[in-house]
């Protein structure tokens, strides 16, 4: 048998492209935040002595996770801090998702489920949302090893209510069930309520979106205890050490800054609007979004012609060459001026047709 034969084979997650930003080029492609972290962040980077560099960090990031569960009003021990919430994510999956009945999430959503069940070999299957992009929580009423759901979903950017997430919940007592908010802060309804009644809820968040952090990689998860003992102790058969020492200083100085948090979020959101009336007006239909950025259908034009051309005019926006979703763009919500030159680009392209 061949070495080759021993070497486990994955089609990875692609990730959007990350061009290097020079010039006039405005990426809207990967939902990062057009503004900087708080400002607290950047005088804990100055306090930071460099020493704390020579010690092996706190193995459960407990600081931050300390501040996580005072902001959410939880205990220490229902919080898991991660590297991103894909690196939370994936110990879920390794994690929850041991059984051998499938684990059900809908066929259009964070593209990186199924590459983890493919990796960890879990059993999955995918549940397909409706006409209009709604996830019907009558699917998840069946045998199951688990449910994923991101609320609000990517890359639709629809938000489900609470009733929806505890209608899954209460059908499913005998499953973890995932609630991925990586987007909640944009105008999602957090299932952070339902913790308490749900021990087999597990709710993951990212700082790379609402705190500005993608560069920092920080994620985590709130849950009762013993699913937080559950992954620290595969986390602790892995690495111990996920969370460097700044990231972790870095991450508590964010939280600390709620009313530049909500400003920066306000923006967003108002900018949001702001752009989905002018690709209204230029003849787009958006779906309702409660996510930092839009998920657009031209009536005429084709998606991936204008993501081509917006390139062209070094402006990135994400096109999923994909069933049912080909002819959208996923355009991120950056700053005003930046929507403002990608509306006249587009109104620009748009008159020549
Ligand atoms: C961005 C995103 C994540 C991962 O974010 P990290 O940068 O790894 O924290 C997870 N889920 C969804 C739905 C996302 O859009």
Known sequence: MPYTD??????????GEQPKVT??????????????????????IEALPVETMR???????????????????????????????????????????AGKKPVLFPDITYSFY?????????????LPLTEDFRIRADDYKRENGGIVIANPNAPTSIAQPLPFIEEILTENHDSIVIVDEAYVDF??????????????LVITRTFSKSRSFAGMRIGYAMADE?????????????????????????????????????????????TREKTAEALRELGFTCLPSSANFLFASHKNVPAEEIFTYLK???????FFKKPRIDNYLRITIGTDAQMERLIAELRGFLETK
Not at 23 to 44: C, F, M, R
């Open 6 to 15: 021993n070497i486990r084979k994955v089609t990875p997650y692609v990730p």
């Open 23 to 44: 010039g006039d080029l405005i990426k809207l492609n990967t939902n990062e935040n057009p503004y900087p972290p708080s400002p607290k962040v950047k005088q804990a």
């Open 55 to 97: 010690l092996y960090p706190d193995v459960t990031a407990a600081p931050l996770a300390k501040a996580l569960a005072a902001y959410h009003g939880l205990k220490e021990e229902q919080v898991f801090v991660g590297v991103g919430s894909d690196d939370v994510l994936a110990t879920c999956f390794l994690t929850f998702f």
């Open 114 to 126: 199924d590459v983890w069940a493919e990796l960890y070999r879990i059993p999955y299957e995918t």
């Open 187 to 200: 105008g999602g309804e957090t299932a952070l309520p339902l913790l308490k009644k749900y021990k087999n």
């Open 226 to 270: 013993t699913l937080i003992e559950a992954l620290n102790n595969v986390k602790f058969s892995i690495n111990s050490y996920t969370m460097n020492c700044t990231a972790i200083a870095y991450g508590v100085a964010s939280v600390d800054d709620e009313p530049y948090f909500k400003k920066t979020i306000a923006k967003i959101v108002a």
């Open 312 to 318: 062209s005019r070094n402006i990135y926006v994400r």
